[in-house]
């Protein structure tokens, strides 16, 4: 990567101010002030600017237990607080959520830097499937259970839609309650598709993306790293 890249990389600089601290000789290379911005950097070079080490961010892969009343926007807004001001992290800017959830939602989210990665995450046509632990307002008979499940699994038209829903599928866990499934993403699609139904959900939670699990060592509002295996995954 040549010298101006690596610190725009590393630090808020443009390449235009990266080029003046070149300049001015404020960067080493392995303790050597280089003023060259085309010069390029192997990894096991040390860069210095002003003295202190600097280091490029990277692509970075995260998961959140998003909280209620939060927004997965990348700022935040008089009512509400968005879950990218949640975190204290470098460059918080450069990170985008890879499928959101409603203000109201609750749950599993990924963060990310990696626009290649969030698309196979969101694209219907990856077939990356999401669980929702859904509470609806109203019980649901056993005979309206199965016509349920029949409707889910072989699609229909959400008012305003001119697309019909990919299969999904959905199990009663009480009268009130269900796990559903989906690989799409379309605006408040699991509450319309219980509102067709002249039902209302009342809670939503997101459970798993895919593979990628929403861990119980994450208390609403934590994050962590995902790990290779998660990352890899999506992929998969
Ligand atoms: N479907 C919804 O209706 N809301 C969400 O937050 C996620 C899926």
């Known amino acids: 990567m040549r010298l101006d890249k690596y610190i725009c990389e590393s630090t808020d600089s443009t390449r235009q101010e990266a080029k003046g601290l070149i300049k001015a000789g404020l960067i080493t290379i392995d303790g050597v002030v280089c ?3 085309a010069v390029h950097v192997a990894p096991e070079q040390q860069i210095a600017l002003d003295g202190e080490r600097i280091e490029p961010v990277g692509l970075r892969y995260i998961m959140m237990n998003k909280p209620v009343d939060t927004l997965c926007t990348t700022s935040d807004t008089e009512l509400y607080q968005s879950v990218i001001s949640l975190m204290l992290i470098d460059k918080p800017e450069r990170l985008h959520i890879a499928g959101r959830l409603d203000v109201d939602s609750t749950g599993l989210i990924l963060i990310t830097d990696d626009g290649l990665w969030s698309h196979k995450v969101t694209s219907p046509r990856r077939g990356c499937f999401k ?11 056993n005979t309206e259970q199965t016509k349920l499940i029949q409707a889910f699994a072989d699609g229909f038209y959400l008012s305003g ?3 019909k829903t990919l299969p999904a599928e959905i199990e009663f866990t ?7 499934k989906i690989c799409e993403g379309r605006f408040h ?25 929403l861990g119980t060592d994450l208390a609403a509002g ?5 790990n290779a295996a998660e ?3 999506i992929d998969a």
């Open 35 to 37: 003023k060259k911005a």
């Open 131 to 141: 669980t929702y632990l859904v509470e609806l307002l109203n019980p649901v008979s």
């Open 222 to 226: 934590e994050w962590r790293y995902l």
């Open 231 to 233: 990352i890899n995954s």
């Open 189 to 213: 699609q699991v509450k319309r598709m219980f509102l067709a139904f002249d039902n209302q959900v009342t809670r939503l939670h997101r459970q798993q993306i895919g593979e990628i699990v």
């Open 174 to 180: 009480a009268p009130n309650q269900a796990r559903v």
């Open 161 to 163: 839609d001119d697309k």
